[in-house]
Every structure is written in C-alpha cells, then in structure tokens.
C-alpha cells in the first residue's frame, strides 16, 4: 500500500470524538469544532489535506506548532518517526498528552511555550506542520528546518489565509506552493 493510501486509510478509522472534550456528538461531521480557550479543531478532511502535502516518510523527524486537541498530532505521529508538538495553553497541551498517551503514541515529545520559536533543542526538522495562522513565516521555523525539507503553513490575515507548502531545496533556496484557501485561529507572538 502506497503511504498515501495509508495515511488515508488510518485516517478513515480515527476517532475523532476522543480527542475532544466538548461537542463529542459533532465529531463525525466534517467541520471545525470548538476545543475550548477560543480555539479551534479544523475540519477532518483539512487535517488529512495537510498531512499528505506534508509527504511524511517513517523516518521524519515532524515539528508541530498548535497542539490543540491532539488529533493532528496523532496522524502525525502515526507515520513519522517522531512529532515534536508545541502548544501555548497549558491545559490544552496537558490535555492533548494525557490522550495521546492513552491512545499508545510513544513517539510524542510536548512543550508548552511558544511556538514562533521552534524547538531548538531538537532541530533541525524534517518535516514542520503549522496549524495556525501567520503575516509570514517565522525565521525560526525556517532556520529548524531540515534542507530538503517540507513546512505546510497558513499564510495571510487574521480572517483568510493561503496555505502554503514551504519547501527547503539542499542548497538552503525556499519555494512556496499554494495549497488552498484557509480560516485558521492566529498563531499568538508574546514575549517569552
Ligand atoms: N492542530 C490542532 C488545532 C489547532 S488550533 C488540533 O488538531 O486540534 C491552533 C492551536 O495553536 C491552538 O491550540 C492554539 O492555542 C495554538 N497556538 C496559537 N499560538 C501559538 C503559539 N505562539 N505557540 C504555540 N501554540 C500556539
């Protein structure tokens, strides 16, 4: 089976109810839901959009900025070698580890913090998943970037955004490709 079909597969047999706490009985619907602290889960066929344009291989090393619910996450870690996820709200990132734990995940590192920054310790990364809204992206996340890497990332306004493939060549050289048109919560920049 290719791995995207796998992918796709896996997908089709999510749960998404569990990684939510509220609005359990829309989870089979294919829209954005309320996680709590003004956030938002997006539309399971987005999650899985961004997760093929990602182009994972089992052994990328993913960075992931927005924990959120966790579910993301989830499709993440199952076809990565490892997903290093950052969420600035703690309980929503206490939340998403506790279930992602219990799901079986032991390829999940969290952080609370902010995510504009990456994660430096662990960098650079194969793969980055950003799952909030951006003006532009952030030259920490670009410089963690692995070269041959791939970063999908919401580019634009608070209220529209392109979604865009960022791909890093071996020389270091940056091309952006459109993906398609986005409402994403902003990604929070604050002192830290
Ligand atoms: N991928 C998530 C949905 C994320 S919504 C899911 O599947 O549920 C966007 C998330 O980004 C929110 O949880 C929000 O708190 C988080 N966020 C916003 N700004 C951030 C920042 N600067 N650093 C880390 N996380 C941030």
Do not use: C
């Not at 009985?25 to 899985?48: E, H, K, N, W, Y």
Request: hydrophobic content about 40%.
């Amino acid at each position: 089976m290719s791995q995207e079909k796998a992918i796709i597969n896996y997908f089709e047999n999510m749960d998404r109810s569990f990684y939510l706490d509220e609005n359990k009985d829309l989870a089979s619907m294919d829209r954005p839901l309320p996680i709590g602290f003004g956030q938002t889960i997006s539309q399971p066929t987005l999650v899985l959009k961004m997760t093929l344009a990602l182009d994972l291989h089992p052994e990328s090393r993913v960075l992931e900025i927005g924990t959120g619910s966790g579910f993301q996450t989830a499709l993440l870690a199952a076809f990565s070698e490892s997903v290093y996820s950052v969420e600035r709200i703690e309980p929503l990132q206490e939340g998403a580890k506790k279930k992602l734990q219990e799901a079986g995940f032991t390829n999940v590192y969290f952080k609370q913090g902010n995510g504009s920054r990456g994660w430096r310790d662990h960098d650079p990364f194969d793969r980055i998943m950003v799952t909030a809204a951006v003006p532009e992206i952030p030259d920490e996340l670009l410089g963690q970037l692995q070269s041959g890497g791939k970063m999908v990332i919401p580019i634009g306004t608070p209220f529209s955004q392109d979604l865009t493939l960022v791909e890093k060549d071996e020389e270091g050289e940056i091309s952006q490709n459109f993906i398609e048109s986005v409402v994403f919560v902003g990604l929070v920049e604050e002192e830290d």
